[in-house]
């Protein structure tokens, strides 16, 4: 029997990577899942990557709060209110748990669950559920996620987490650049100019190019000059979140910021090293089926020689696991 199963978790670009592998585990749990999910439309990409999604539903609602009255938006709400009310779900999984996404829970059909408000980020979110669950707050975010997911369908996940990603990977040839994000949401985040140069030195002496990743005018700027004069630079235009997912995808490792597009790096498979200043990694660390490394805790940013140790290592161990899986010798 078809179980139908609406997902809502509209943002942001880390958060949806890290729901990934509970999608594959219900997928796997839950015999006839079909499985729905509301997302916000700049990120509507992602949840189509997954082979288990069944249809990408697109809010708006960072577009909409800047004109909430205007004629036009107020269309497009009664549009999409339309639509979830033409629909019946037989579970309405709310794994946001923020007033924001209760918002549209409200709007749905079908026995509602997330969080308690114990577990909650937004503990009033809870009480807009019919069936409430207890996830510990101080553990990774794909282990939030997947626990949650087994909570609310009755199952017990095993095994590493499966992010579903073989839509991009597939196919995909791994090429001799590293992809750097230096620019992340706040300003807070960044890391010091002279260590980004030790790390693009040493990349340098792995002959890799680099490729550099940017997603406004003001990162691609920052980006450029960090880079000038480097013949083996490339500053990347801006692309749609799919054409930047091939682009890690072959990428022989990535050294990123504490970003969306750094833990979807890490979700690919690819050696990915990510620099933590402003926030802690105990609650969003790397997580993927290659070598990760998650360096720094929120007021205590990686020194220059640890992302250089990491960066060794991460290539070592991507040469000798290229060697275990084809029989022969590592890449150069």
Known sequence: MVKKILIVRTSSLGDLVHMLPAISDIARHVPGARIDWIV????AEIPAWHPAVNEVIPVAHRRWRKHWWSPQVRAERAALRKNLDARRYDIVLDM???????????????????????????????????????????????????ELAAAAFGYTY??????GLESITNGVEIEPYAVIMPSASRDDKLWPETAWQKVFARLHEHNLDLKLLSGN??????????????ARAQVLPRMSLTNVAGVLAGARIMVGLDSGL?????GLGRPTIGLYKASTPVRTPL???????????????PSAETV????????????????????GEAPD
Request: charged share 25%; no cysteine; aromatic share 8%.
């Open 40 to 43: 916000e439309e700049g990120f």
């Open 308 to 327: 250089l140790s990491a960066i060794d290592q991460a290539l070592d161990f991507d040469d000798s696991a290229h060697a275990e899986l084809t029989g």
């Open 158 to 163: 095993q095994g590493p987490p499966d992010f």
């Open 262 to 266: 750094t833990h979807l790096s890490a």
């Open 287 to 301: 997580e993927g089926p290659a070598y990760t490394a998650s360096l720094g805790e929120r007021g205590s940013e």
């Open 96 to 146: 946001q748990a923020l007033m924001k996404s209760v918002w549209l829970v409200r709007q749905t059909h079908g026995t509602r669950h997330g969080l308690d408000r114990k577990s909650a980020r937004e503990p009033l979110a809870s009480f807009f559920y019919d069936v409430k669950h207890t996830v510990n707050f101080w553990q990774p975010a794909v282990t939030r996620q997947r």
């Open 217 to 230: 005018p003001t990162e691609t700027e920052r980006a450029r000059k960090l880079v000038d004069g480097n």
